[in-house]
């Protein structure tokens, strides 16, 4: 047998072999050719940015046969930290003025970025 082929965008490999000897050989039920289902898969693209939901993903093509799609991930997700810029500080209320960010993502992200920022201020403005 020769070595498999690449995959080809149906989504076959092949391979074949000659079949020689007397001429009853050649009418037999030997196979000259043989063919196996495959996946194209394609590079993974650069992950997304983070969302407003903390997931980033990626993507990449896969083509072939009618399992590849279900055999073979096309998309994947992950957790990230999403953590937007700070809005504008409230007025001076009490002596304090406060401003809120959003923060989403996993567990890490809320310990890491806080979601409100107080400071004191001179008075009520």
């Known amino acids: 047998w020769s070595t498999w082929s690449s995959c080809s965008d149906e989504g076959i490999i092949r391979r074949t072999r000659k079949v020689a000897g007397v001429s009853e050989c050649n009418q037999t039920n030997i196979a000259s050719t043989e063919e196996k289902p495959c996946c194209k ?35 994947e997700t992950k957790a990230c930290c999403y953590v937007s810029d700070w809005g504008e500080w409230t007025d001076c209320i009490r002596g304090i003025k ?27 403005d």
Do not use: T, Y
Not at 46 to 73: I, T
Not at 101 to 121: L, M, T, W, Y
């Open 41 to 75: 898969v394609g590079e993974w693209n650069d992950w997304s940015k983070c969302n407003g939901l903390g997931q980033m993903s990626r993507s990449r093509n896969v083509s072939g046969h009618a399992r590849c799609s279900k055999e073979v991930p096309a998309k």
């Open 98 to 124: 406060r401003r809120e960010r959003r923060v989403a993502g996993h567990d890490e992200c809320f310990k890491q970025n806080p979601r409100i920022e107080s400071v004191k201020c001179g008075g009520d």
